[in-house]
């Protein structure tokens, strides 16, 4: 068997420093690619995330708008009915009669809180 000598030996440790040295290397420029990833995928992921909460927030706004405007709707036809109903008694006080024009604002009106129920 072949003797170690001083020589084999430092080779040897030559060998193993150089391979560590390239291991850090290597390591050190897969990690600094993946803080650089990171850094520059940091903005584009906290702009994602302020465009999904508009996005919710455009849809609950939305859906208030839809359900105020549907209020106004219905607040426009009962306002409707009771001017007809005002009328018909202004009618009804100033000629006498417009009865049958009374009884048709009642029924509108019961018409419609029952539809409304």
Known sequence: ??????DKLLTVAVVIVLLAGAYN???????NKRE???IKEGPLNDLKATVAHHTTCLA????????????IATTKSELTLMLKATRALLSHGI???SVE????????IDNFLISRK
């Open 95 to 97: 000629n006498g009669n």
């Open 25 to 31: 290397t290597i390591m050190s420029a897969i990690k």
């Open 60 to 71: 609950n706004d939305k859906q208030r708008l839809d359900n105020i405007e549907s209020d």
């Open 36 to 38: 650089e990833k990171k």
């Open 1 to 6: 068997m072949q003797e170690l000598t001083y």
């Open 101 to 108: 024009t009374m009884k048709e604002n009642a029924q509108e």
